[in-house]
């Protein structure tokens, strides 16, 4: 396995466990009676196990077969409503910075197949910080009140 393909196997691995994060993250928020974030973040989840099998299939349609790693217990607490959606605004930094660095070593190696399969991703990244980014700015102006709490949570239970 060369060392892009190796790269993407972590980054499929790397997805699956970013849906263990937010499945966590929506557990905290169902045990706060907040449904519509827990919602939120089930459907975060969802997509995190949408982009692996989206790697898994692209492995196997190359002639790579994927592997699975150990994935690590999630955090159980994230402390109040805008620091839980901080926190996961920074891992899809984090899924962001990942993405780069394969896309860097896609066209390092000039393998065009992973540089086409790669823009999906990057565009996908765009779409999710910024998504994280106006949610973070509401929280903020909401400012913990819980009567703008309740009605944020309706609007994303409609997600």
Same mark, same amino acid.
């Given at each position: ?42 459907? @975060? ?29 999630? @955090? ?5 409503? &805008?620091? &839980?959606?901080? !926190? ?7 899924? &962001?910075?990942?993405?780069?660095? /394969?896309? #860097? ?5 000039? #393998?065009?197949?992973? &540089?086409?399969? /790669? ?10 910080? #910024? ?11 909401? #400012?913990?009140?819980? !009567? ?12």
């Amino acid at each position: 396995m060369g060392k892009l393909i190796k790269k993407i196997n972590e980054q499929y691995n790397f997805e699956i466990s970013s849906g263990y994060i937010y499945y966590s993250m929506a557990n905290y928020m169902k045990d706060k009676g907040m449904d519509g974030f827990a919602h939120f973040f089930n459907k @975060q989840a969802e997509e995190e196990f949408t982009h692996a099998e989206k790697l898994r299939q692209f492995l196997f349609e190359i002639g790579s077969r994927p592997e699975l790693e150990g994935i690590e217990k999630p @955090q159980v607490e994230f402390g109040n409503f &805008t620091e &839980t959606f901080k !926190a996961a605004y920074e891992h899809e930094q984090e899924v &962001t910075r990942r993405i780069n660095e /394969l896309v #860097d070593l896609s066209l390092e190696e000039k #393998d065009r197949r992973v &540089t086409s399969l /790669l823009q999906w991703y990057i565009d996908e990244q765009v779409e999710e910080e #910024d998504n994280f980014r106006g949610i973070i700015e509401r929280l903020e102006r909401i #400012d913990e009140n819980w !009567a703008g709490l309740y009605i944020f949570d309706g609007e994303l239970a409609k997600r």
